[in-house]
């Protein structure tokens, strides 16, 4: 659908994924009556009812259902392999999500299951086919572009299913992946920097216990190195300064604890940036620089019982509500490109809804009708118009929403 407005508001495109669920019950009655013998002819016809029956009975054992051997079945009728077959298409469900946009094109990198795992697809046009990358028994949930030409697509990818989670480099002109990290350790959360020439990430590499931040350029695994050794596994980088001398971490304590960090990228030093004794326990759910570096918009629910969006000025301090009068949690955040928009999500009673603010004014723009659902993932183009995010819905499986 089309909203015309004003034309100073951004151009927004909604890619909306659903699942649906559905249960079937199958049910089978079976009756045995007693013949009593009434004579040899009675009894020949027993017998070859008997046969029939035999052959009737092998045959649908053929066709059932065996249950698992370590299950114990008693009284429980056979289910046939048709039935099972029908009812696959209620219990199968897909769905697909955005991960990254192109630097340049609107193509954009999904993640997507048409097999047994999810992988990563390129989809280079609107409402355009879906081209799959990866091919793995291991699920891949999509990927990011190489910011600097678009060359490759970054992708993480568990090993041998104990959440031992690698980085790898996609080559799109030969689609050869390539591993960059150990093999071994754990490592999460990458965040590209802005000169979009190394990742950020934490591993659990040095005693597979403690998350340590490292830095690599993914061109180049030898580049590949620890900057801040840390206690705990709490830790995640949130995202680099304009200038990429400072990367902002978060250290998670609890689900209602948590801190917030400045790393210098070159010696390692962090500086703390929210305070830690305080006689109330502050929860920040993200955060990431503003495109000016002046300040750091974050989630919290810093003197309220709500997440709010708000904005910390790193000169003074000095935390300012962006969202004073929301009495519902912030679930997430994305800043365009350019540093004027910001676009977030609030949990109104389970239902997502979607605001756009400018970033200089701070006031409230008008956003289109979206279906009642849950929205996640709010990614914004280079171009500063368009904003990709998934949406599950009770009745649409997939919706492109533009407005201009």
């Keep these: 659908m089309d909203h015309k407005k004003d034309g100073k508001s951004p151009l927004l495109v909604v890619i909306i994924s659903s699942r649906g669920i559905a249960r079937s019950f199958a049910f089978a009655q079976s009756r045995i009556q007693k013949c009593e013998d009434r004579g040899a002819q009675m009894k020949r016809y027993i017998l070859v009812a008997m046969f029939l029956a035999a052959g009737f009975s092998s045959k649908a054992q053929e066709d059932a259902i065996a249950p698992g051997e370590n299950l114990v079945v008693e009284g429980v009728p056979k289910i046939s392999a048709s039935l099972a077959e029908t009812a696959g298409r209620y219990t199968e469900n897909r769905e697909a999500f955005q991960t990254d946009w192109h630097p340049t094109r609107r193509e954009m990198i999904i993640g997507t299951r048409f097999g047994n795992t999810y992988q990563a697809h390129l989809v280079a046009m609107p409402q355009g086919a879906r081209r799959q990358l990866t091919f793995f028994p291991e699920p891949v949930y999509g990927g990011s572009f190489h910011p600097k030409g678009a060359d490759y697509v970054l992708y993480t990818k568990d090993v041998g299913g104990g959440e031992w989670y690698q980085f790898f480099r996609y080559d799109l002109a030969t689609g050869e992946s390539t591993l960059l990290t150990d093999g071994k350790s754990r490592n999460t959360s990458e965040r590209w920097s802005t000169g979009g020439d190394r990742i950020a990430y934490v591993s659990t590499r040095r005693n597979n216990q403690d998350t340590d931040l ?191």
């Design 214 to 404: 490292w830095v690599m350029d993914p061109s180049d695994r030898k580049t590949d190195r620890m900057l801040l050794q840390l206690s705990g596994g709490g830790w995640e980088p949130q995202g680099w300064s304009p200038d990429d001398k400072k990367i902002l971490v978060m250290e998670g304590i609890s689900v209602n604890e948590t801190y917030l960090w400045l790393v210098d990228t070159t010696s390692g030093e962090k500086i703390e940036l929210t305070p830690r004794k305080t006689d109330v326990q502050v929860a920040y759910g993200s955060a990431r620089f503003s495109r000016d570096g002046k300040g750091v918009y974050v989630t919290t629910d810093k003197d309220s019982e709500f997440q709010r969006l708000a904005y910390i000025d790193l000169s003074t301090k000095k935390v300012e509500v962006l969202t004073p009068d929301l009495s519902w949690d912030v679930d997430e955040f994305a800043q365009s490109w350019d540093g004027k928009w910001l676009a977030y999500l609030s949990n109104e009673d389970g239902i997502s809804k979607l605001h756009l603010i400018d970033a200089v004014t701070r006031k409230e723009q008008p956003v289109p009708t979206l279906p009642v659902g849950v929205i996640g993932g709010l990614i914004w183009h280079r171009n500063n118009r368009d904003l990709g995010f998934g949406m599950t819905t009770a009745k649409d499986p997939v919706i492109a929403i533009r407005w201009t």
